[in-house]
């Protein structure tokens, strides 16, 4: 390793790692509702970013309102259009 990857860590400078997310594929808001919400189960999206980025509005018990979404989605759609 060259010297200049190296730094000496001390509680004054512990280290840091940062993760980057990827951009994804498509449209978000033509991502499959059910996929979605198994990201909300498992915590790599909000239920608020599964509403204001893919349109899929969940109940409180993370069943899809599916008239909601619909609603959601082409809400969205039509704000793409205006972009």
């Known amino acids: 390793m060259s010297g ?5 860590r001390t ?3 512990p280290p ?4 980057t997310g990827g951009g994804g594929w ?3 808001v033509e991502r ?14 909000s239920t608020r970013a599964a509403r204001e980025r893919y349109g899929v509005v969940l109940r409180e018990d993370l069943s899809i ?3 909601a979404a619909e609603r959601a989605r082409d809400e969205l759609t039509s704000m793409q259009g205006k972009a």
């Open 4 to 8: 200049a990857m190296r730094q000496s």
């Open 11 to 13: 509680r004054s400078n």
């Open 26 to 28: 498509g449209d978000p």
């Open 65 to 67: 309102d599916h008239a």
């Open 16 to 19: 840091r790692i940062a993760r």
């Open 32 to 45: 499959d509702p059910n996929a979605v919400r198994a990201d909300v189960q498992e915590e790599f999206v």
